[in-house]
């Protein structure tokens, strides 16, 4: 398999997920602005959509959409628990952390990182943001994971949005229970491995 990355972008969440996999997978960078891999290759040939993450599968096929990808490597590894079987209670709730991940925190970050928007149109994500830790850090109360005890690939996802938070200076300190959460999930071997595989370890 290959992952088209860019460093430090929602990719690093299925890179997490492989590392967590025990997978074997290539690691390809993509350069967002270009459109081009570091070869010099068009990136728009291998996926028209032109953003990361991608995964190259080995039949040929590419796979596109982060929470899409996640649940695929995880299925490919069945006995690493990354994922709740398919068709069970705790599958649809692994489902809707990364729908919620993905729509209320993934597409609020969007616009802070467009330097076409103004501070005020910028605050408004930030309170709008802000609103959405504030749940996650509820949900999290008593639980090691967001599905209690075992890491699943949504943990992945939501660490890079908290990663996120912290690059836009965006305070979480009163969240405990949220804070507490990012340390135990960077401290995990395989998070720690593909920060430093991306070249992020200084900001971990």
């Known amino acids: 398999m290959k992952l088209y990355y860019s460093p430090g972008a929602c990719s690093l969440s299925p890179h997490i997920a492989l590392l967590e996999a025990g997978l074997p997978y290539d690691l ?3 350069d967002l602005k270009a459109k081009k891999l570091e070869n010099g290759d068009d990136y728009l040939a291998i996926n028209p959509k032109g953003q990361v993450p991608a995964l190259g599968l080995d039949s040929g096929d590419l796979v596109t959409e982060g929470p899409v990808i996640v649940q695929y490597i995880a299925d490919q590894a069945a006995a690493k628990n990354l ?3 398919n068709g069970s209670d705790a599958r649809r709730q692994l489902q809707e952390y990364l729908g919620f991940i993905n729509g209320e925190l993934h597409k609020n970050f969007s616009p802070l ?4 928007f103004d501070d005020e149109v910028k605050g408004f994500f930030r309170t709008r943001l802000m609103g959405k830790f504030k749940y996650l850090d509820g949900q999290l ?3 090691d994971y967001l599905l209690g005890k075992d890491f699943s690939v949504a943990d992945g996802y939501l660490f890079v949005m908290l990663k996120w938070a912290d690059r836009m200076s965006i305070d979480l300190s009163e969240f405990k229970n949220l804070m507490a959460y990012k340390d135990r999930v960077a401290a995990r071997p395989q998070v720690q491995a593909a920060l430093e595989k991306e070249g992020l370890m200084k900001a971990a």
């Open 28 to 30: 390809v960078k993509v």
């Open 113 to 116: 990182f467009q330097p076409v």
């Open 141 to 143: 109360a008593g639980k």
């Open 83 to 85: 994922a709740p079987a």
